[in-house]
T-cell receptor, first 113, second 112 residues
């Protein structure tokens, strides 16, 4: 069965601190895709990144970076120099194509000025 | 204009009423999905459709039904609303298998 675990329910940091959101997944499929979505206080779900299981290169986009490690089944998300606008709930998700997209329960990040 | 729209954005209804939530998309995607979100539970899949003639139940389909009127439209109905269906409902679309799902703005439903 597919499963995504986001063990951190809530994280609070002071502005300009770096923060890492953890995501651990379980799947028996060899081909799969991992996603991160952001849900700001306004409620919409915003797509951040999609990564396939054959591409273990880390990715950086501005202050955001993602660390994919198949050996530990993790796809962690780091925000560098956090800002108040980063306050949101962040969801990690897994799709192998054999079952519908599976979401973790989310991590609520609060960035305090 | 938004690629995925949902109407209404907010709705308050009473127990026992029938209610329909609508989703439209201009992305040209074949696949459409309905999710509900409850605090602390993440997103749960209600129904999904891979094309107009292909509709599938998700993990929490009891008490819900859907209609795929066209490639661009996918409606969710609550035949007889109950208070524990109070939640935030999202529609999503995707172009194909394992493609990224893009979400609508959500409908906040309250059942009194």
């Amino acid at each position: 069965a597919q499963k995504v675990t986001q063990a951190q329910t809530e994280i609070s940091v002071v502005e300009k601190e770096d923060v890492t959101l953890d995501c651990v997944y379980e799947t028996r499929d060899t081909t799969y895709y991992l996603f991160w979505y952001k849900q700001p206080p306004s409620g919409e779900l915003v797509f951040l990144i999609r990564r396939n299981s054959f591409d273990e290169q880390n990715e950086i986009s501005g202050r955001y970076s993602w660390n994919f490690q198949k050996s530990t089944s993790s796809f962690n998300f780091t925000i560098t120099a956090s800002q108040v606008v980063d306050s949101a709930v962040y969801f990690c998700a897994l799709d192998s194509g054999n079952t519908p997209l599976v979401f973790g329960k989310g991590t609520r990040l609060s960035v305090i000025a | 204009d938004a690629d995925v729209t949902q109407t209404p954005r907010n709705r308050i209804t009473k127990t026992g009423k029938r209610i329909m939530l609508e989703c439209s998309q201009t992305k040209g995607h074949d696949r459409m999905y309905w999710y509900r979100q409850d605090p602390g539970l993440g997103l749960q899949l209600i129904y999904y459709s891979f094309d107009v003639k292909d509709i599938n139940k998700g993990e929490i389909s009891d008490g819900y039904s859907v209609s795929r009127q066209a490639q661009a439209k996918f409606s969710l109905s609550l035949e007889s609303a109950i208070p524990n269906q109070t939640a935030l409902y999202f529609c999503a679309t995707a172009g194909g298998r394992v493609d990224t799902q893009y979400f609508g703005p959500g409908t906040r439903l309250t059942v009194l």
